[in-house]
């Protein structure tokens, strides 16, 4: 039986052969076959599993709710976005109910690890707010230093004067900035400092650097925005090691 095409460029049909041939000649067909596995797996999980499945009413409200917000309401306006977008009723239905269950299954994945994940990666979720002075020599930082802690100079007044950074500019802020990329001293010292202290100089390359700490952020699972990055971390593992499980063989010269 003859396969169709995978698509019509002008008058010329290009086959599926064709196709994943100009993609291994790009370099791509990798990332194009592993994502092709990756939504074969989470299909065939979310089949096995009727602890995910959704109520045809909650599908039916989303429906709703998805015409709302985009001002379909009208059945003629609501066909045009259909066609416009190629796509008929039942299969926006059915990427409606598959989104309920993709969210499902990840709950699912993720709910008994999430806590010891996070414990796991939280040195590298904290983050902290800096101010810095960057000067070429030791003796101008440790003045720097003694000016601040005992003149009471400015840091934003001297960071703008001496500093051979662009931060200068915004009275040396260097905005936030990941706790376990800091070098070890820095790090250090940033963790037993309270927010105004001067920290430093430390030596870094040809350059000493003076740091004032604005504010340490500890990282929480009580954070929207980690709990999802960890969430879909925590998914992408499960289903690295679901491809592993399968064996896979690719026919691109037939």
């Known amino acids: 039986m003859e396969s169709k095409p995978l698509l019509t460029i002008g008058e010329e049909q290009l086959s599926w ?76 239905e059915s990427q409606i109910e598959n989104s309920f269950k993709l969210k499902r299954l990840k709950d699912s994945v993720t709910a008994e690890k999430i806590e010891a994940y996070f414990n796991e990666r939280k040195a590298g979720l904290d983050y902290v707010i800096l101010s810095r002075i960057v000067v070429e020599d030791k003796e101008l930082a440790d003045a720097l230093r003694r000016k601040i802690l005992e003149e009471g100079g400015r840091f934003e007044d001297l960071a703008k004067e001496y500093s051979v950074t662009n931060d200068k500019n915004f009275n040396g802020i260097m905005g936030a900035v990941s706790l376990s990329s800091l070098p070890e001293d820095l790090r250090n010292s940033v963790n037993t400092a309270n927010p105004g202290d001067i920290l430093g100089p430390f030596q870094t390359n040809k350059f000493w650097s003076l740091f004032r700490l604005e504010q340490l952020q ?37």
């Open 17 to 92: 052969g064709q196709g994943l041939r100009y993609l291994q000649a790009s370099g791509k067909l990798q990332s194009f076959v592993t994502e092709i596995v990756r939504q074969y797996v989470i299909e065939k999980e979310m089949q096995s599993r009727e602890d995910i499945n959704v109520s045809p009413a909650v599908i039916q409200q989303a429906m709703i709710d998805f015409r709302l917000q985009r001002k379909l309401e009208d059945q003629q306006k609501f066909q045009e976005w259909l066609e416009q977008n190629r796509i008929n009723y039942n299969a926006l």
């Open 218 to 254: 500890g990282a929480s699972l009580d954070n929207p925005e980690i709990r999802k990055k960890l969430d879909g971390e925590l998914f992408e593992r499960w289903v690295s090691e679901k491809l592993q499980d399968n064996k896979i063989t690719l026919h691109v010269n037939d």
